[in-house]
Structures are given as C-alpha cells and as structure tokens.
C-alpha cells in the first residue's frame, strides 16, 4: 500500500512565494501501525536560521564552576544559548514528595528527593553572574522555570528567553506571571501533553499580554530519558506546524534521544530551535547525563544544523555556475555537438 507524503518546501529569500515540490512517495507497508503511515502537510515549511540551545539543565551538579565551564563549553560548539532550570522545591513538591527518597538512590544528592533538589539548586544571584559570563562570551543566557517564585527570580534578570518545560506547561498561575509581567520570549516544550492541551497552551498565549505569534516557541517533545527512536514521533512536529506555525513566533524540537542523526529531520520538518542536553562527561552522577550531548556532539550538531539551512534553498538558473564546466564536459549533446 502507498501513501503521499507532501512537503512543500521554502527558500531561504524572505518574501519568496511557495513553489511545492511534487508529492513524495512514502511505502507505508500494510502492516504499518496508522501512527507511521504518511500524512498530508498543508502548510509550507518556511526555513529560519536554526538556533541551538544547550540544555544545561543540573548537569553542573550543584557546582558554580562547573555551570559556568559548560557555559564556555556550548559556546564553543557553537550553540547560540546555554539553559539551565530554576527551582523552588518546597513550593514545587508536596510534603511527601519532598520526604521521599530520591527513586535512584545511584543519582541522589541528598537522603531525600527533596535535599537532592536543594543540592542542585542555583541561587538567583548566582544565575545572575552566569547570564553575565554569557554576555561576555557572546552565548545566550536562559533558564527553565518550574515554579511561581523561580519565575519571578528569573524574569528579574531579564534574559532574552524563559523556558517553561514539559511538566509545567499547564501550570497556569506561573505561566501567567511570564506572560504578563515579562517581557521577552517564552518557549514552551510539550511533551507527556495533550492535544486540547496544547491548544489551550497556545490560546493562553494569545490572551493578555501574551502575544504568542511574537513571543511563544513551542516545542515537540517526548519526556523520556532517553527516548527511543521509535518513541520520537517526528511527524507529531509536522502537525504543530500545520496547526500552529500561523499563531507562534517559531517551532523547536527538544531531543531526548541518542545520537544526533534526527535533528536534522526536525529541522527540516519546520524545527527552528533544536534543545538537546549538555553535559561535559556523560558518565558523571545525574538523571540527565545519560541523554546528553557532550562537546564534540554538540559541535557537530550546529556544524549539521547550519549546514542544513545553507541547503534550503532553490537553484536561482536551470543550471548552475558550478553546473556549466561539468555540462559542457560530460553533458550528452554538449560536448559532443
């Protein structure tokens, strides 16, 4: 059985009308599951430069130096931001949850779930000097933020981006605090989301002072750790695009697989932003190490991404200057004439 697969695809030129490319043929195989099977995209892709945020995240495991060691690390692969989270966790934990043990005892920092979280804990003023060595390496600063009172510490430092992740995208009363008392851009991840959800994360946005179409990135996701290719769901990006491009200031794509064969995928299926976790050693104590790049994937990573975009783009004459020597050589009923 065959099905369609329709990618329109834009040149880089701003202001280029759309020329779709003919449908490509996609064997779906009759004994595919329908979540495989192709679908037909409506809106045409149009291709920014990609940006690459470093996922910090508590990678730095509770150590200043090392926060800002990655932070000079990212920046010289080549990412455009380094991001790390903010955390109030008596506030964002219940009591239990706080008193419990850390569920892989081989990751904690602390005897409780909760100590561990106040080990890894920046405090503000800390996070104010990493957005400070940011700004004088040339890297972008951020922070994903879980909680009313992380948000209000991080918009005081005004980045240019605050991140709220997967978990906390239905936390309305916070995401209220950064739509309406700050002011720059809010990047929203949805993984473990509902699609009514999304759309409701997205209406949000387009009330108040929210102004998603200028201000909101959202983000496909799965939340696992690390997630199997087949658990990745590309074409669920293809869908945000179809149904959001129109209404948001961009997409992302934040990977939380192995590897950095797909990232090229998301962003040719409509990803501006690609977010992937940083470490500097993926053997070092911690959840998220294990699902993290390390410097030498992060700079391939960019170089990719960049090449990628320089690719994008539609031949300006039939044959090109590159073209015509070759033509002229080995062209039949050129060279021959």
């Given at each position: ?121 920046l405090t503000v003023d800390q996070h104010r000097e990493l957005k400070a060595h940011c700004d004088t390496i040339g890297l972008g600063y951020s922070c994903s933020v879980w909680d009313i009172t992380s948000a209000r510490e991080i918009a005081s430092i005004a980045p240019d981006l605050i991140k709220v992740g997967s978990p906390s995208n239905t936390h309305w009363e916070m995401q209220k605090i950064l739509r309406d008392e700050y002011a720059g851009d809010v990047h929203v991840s949805t993984g473990m989301t509902t699609k009514d959800e999304i ?139």
């Open positions: 059985m065959e099905a369609y697969l329709l990618l329109e695809l834009l040149p880089i030129q701003r202001g280029h009308q759309p020329h779709p490319l003919p449908p490509v043929r996609q064997s779906t195989g009759g004994g595919e599951p329908s979540s495989k099977k192709a679908r037909v995209s409506s809106e045409a892709v149009v291709f920014h430069e990609p940006k690459v945020m470093a996922e910090i995240g508590c990678n730095h495991m509770g150590n200043f130096e090392i926060a800002k060691e990655l932070l000079t690390l990212a920046k010289q692969a080549g990412a455009d931001y380094g991001k790390f989270q903010k955390r109030n966790p008596k506030e964002l934990l219940t009591k239990a949850q706080y008193e419990a043990p850390h569920p892989n005892p081989r990751n904690s920092y602390g005897a409780t779930y909760g100590a561990h979280r106040e080990f890894l804990e759309e409701q994360i997205v209406s949000f946005w387009e009330e108040g002072k929210g102004d998603a179409k200028h201000r909101l990135v959202l983000y496909n996701c799965t939340s696992g750790y690390p997630v199997p290719f087949e658990d990745v769901c590309l074409l669920e990006l293809r869908d945000l695009y179809d149904r959001y491009a129109h209404r948001v200031k961009h997409l992302g794509f934040s990977g939380h697989h192995l590897g950095i064969a797909i990232d090229i995928a998301a962003y040719a299926l409509g990803a501006t932003w690609n977010e992937r976790h940083f470490t500097k050693d993926r053997t070092w104590k911690g959840t998220d190490h294990a699902a993290s790049l390390e410097p030498a994937g992060l700079q391939k990573l960019c170089r990719d991404l960049k090449a990628a975009w320089k690719c994008m783009g539609r031949k300006a004459t039939d044959i090109l200057p590159i073209e015509a020597e070759q033509r002229a050589k080995l062209k039949w009923g050129c060279y021959n004439k």
